[in-house]
């Protein structure tokens, strides 16, 4: 009979997230060690903990997630933690801070539904915060043109920067997005646009949507209004508005739900996993069939 | 089938009550998240964790519990934590800060086993601090004439007219307690005593009490001597003493922690349950039968 | 049915031990309360939560387990939970700071499987530390001349004096062990070796372990390069290396995590069980038959 499964919980905030600790439990987790605060020197005692109490089979009962608001932080603690194993003794681990890997992963599964990423010019609004920037890495890994924007260019010159080292052959293109007509501009002939931006800052107007010829997916990720892209509702899931197809943040929930459950879950088939923003998600392509 | 009971234990020490966890654990709770040190602007990402991760049925199978020893401050999370709910995206909570609101109960509902409450003369020793002011809310409910007494005569007065806002028909005097002989006459034709005043500090001297020809029952809710009501034995359970019904804390205890639990277990049957001390009076009524 | 079992994790750090957490929850207990950063002032509190909650042989369903780095934090922790309990209100409790009192009980057991202990001359290399000084204790108890080396001998004459109070009989002697040739005296003619010195330092030379005509087992708890006893490996369980039996601190680890889950399964069969280094080493033996 396989042990009890053990998700360590490391969130740098200082109350561990109740979300992330609900949708462990509800993905089949027996036992929740939750940690808050952690810091990068506290990572060894604590996988330590997790790596050298568990032998064999059983070593892929015990599992880590990484999360917290901080996205930087907890960025850092997964790469703290990374570097704490060594040969076999490992176990499963996935970062998904501020839910920002499952909520990109999400975000551009459902794009893919409506419109192949391969050849496909998406415009990434918001495009270097946490989810915008993953969005932008899993458009540039499927092969989409991808333009990352932002209020600052330097800023998305250096996620194209990063994005180009992680995929050496993508089409990106780092825009400085600082009036209504470079979003006109930037949007006429994309066929997909993703707004990832702050909550309760509108990013592209209701016209400049409507302008562009090629839109087909439009996909907004924030729940708090104005919301990134005019005219989008929150709750839209593949409504059709201005010939295109919408989604908003709450449509897209639910999707992204599934996607951290079945990745949580599929923590406990192996010891050796690691689940960044790709590895989530082919897993959510796994679970679209 | 339903979802794992997961309660969220909000607590403002900085280690969480291993009390209140251990009655939840015995109240068929499946995981607890157990928090300390809550502050509460931390409130709002901790409710939201609860409120938007399961849908529909399986909502109520997340709940909250507000507590602590330092209670003002637990009372302070409660309000926080009712104001994050809007419309249907709430969860059951319960307040119960160093066990006022379920010893509150208990004291009541085992006068009222042996007294009828309405109309009955009820005096509260301690009668502003947390369990004496929610024993006088109580009493105040339940149609009684509700004596509260204090050594500070304005926090008696603050106290019946809080009371007075939420019961308007409630009988209620501020009484000040500084003498032996104000203490005897407020007891020489009450019915119903209550001692809930600081841990060793007598209340009522053995003499104050046997002078009264009227009283019935006499509880006494500390645990350390010398008890508010001098010759009260901490394990009397309904002993007779005096020609009245005793109760010491401990005697009261077994129906405190019977309270608490079923307050628990009632939890998880709908998701927009709100337990304060009137709340959680009627359920230890619905026990009592 | 029993109630389902609680273990209180009190521990000094300021995260609670993963590896006490994952060894507890394979010992079977059901519902792990972790607490990190106890201070000796909230242990009051805490204690109370254990026995004030369940009564009668329910009451053996809640243990606690002190642990943490910083092992003399972790005793003063253990005194003052054993000063709270009083008459039949206690709880069964388990102290094994940094696994101190497992590694220690492991060890000496195993030098007992190839070495009657009774009688033996024991050398214990880093005898002052919180795993040597345990060792030391146990060999004193079985009837072991023990000498206790440390490179200061104010520190070992403290540990013997501290071990001759608990065992009035014990042969002790404080060694200064400030050259290789004392080392080489002190093991000429011991018949058992433990280093439990600091990670990274050598106690013993090759040459000073090869020299001795007596040494019959030689154990080191070190895991760190290099290691306590030059010529051992980590890995060693009960291998022959120049004519005795060698055990390195792997080879020890897998007997040290069955004492500790077997502790932690019997903390669960009565309500006044205390495990110090002592009582963890009889557990050993009942599991050694």
């Known amino acids: 009979m396989s042990k009890p499964r053990i998700l360590v919980q490391l969130d740098c905030d200082s109350q561990p997230s109740v979300f992330d600790g609900v949708v462990a439990v509800d993905a089949g987790v027996d ?69 920002a890997n499952t909520t990109a992963a999400a975000a551009v599964l459902l794009a893919a539904k409506h419109r192949e990423l391969k050849g496909a010019t998406a415009l990434v609004l918001g495009g270097t915060g946490p989810v915008g920037s993953r969005v932008a890495r899993l458009f540039a890994m499927e092969g989409a043109n991808v333009r990352v924007g932002s209020r600052r260019k330097d800023r998305a010159e250096a996620v194209c920067e990063a994005i180009g080292k992680r995929t050496p052959a993508a089409a990106l293109t780092a825009l400085e997005l600082d009036s209504d007509e470079v979003v006109v501009a930037a949007l006429a002939d994309a066929e997909i646009v993703i707004a990832a931006g702050a909550p309760g800052v509108e990013l592209a107007s209701e016209g400049a949507r409507q302008a562009s010829k090629s839109l087909e997916v439009a996909i907004d990720l924030s729940a708090v209004p104005p919301l990134g892209l005019a005219g989008i509702d929150a709750m839209d899931r593949a409504n059709e508005r201005d010939g295109m197809i919408c989604y908003g943040a709450i449509g897209v929930g639910g999707t992204k739900m599934k996607i951290h459950k079945e990745c949580i879950r599929q923590l406990f088939t192996a010891n050796d996993l690691v689940f960044d923003a790709e590895e989530v998600y082919r897993v959510g392509q796994q679970l679209a069939g």
């Open 31 to 99: 036992h929740l060690f939750r940690h808050a605060a952690v810091a990068p020197d506290q990572v060894r005692e604590l996988v330590y903990g997790a790596i050298f109490t568990r032998g064999g089979e059983d070593l892929q009962s015990t599992a880590l997630f990484v999360g917290g608001s901080d996205v930087a932080a907890s960025e850092k603690l997964f790469e703290a933690v990374k570097k704490i194993f060594f040969g076999p003794m490992r176990v499963s681990v996935m970062l998904d801070p501020n839910g």
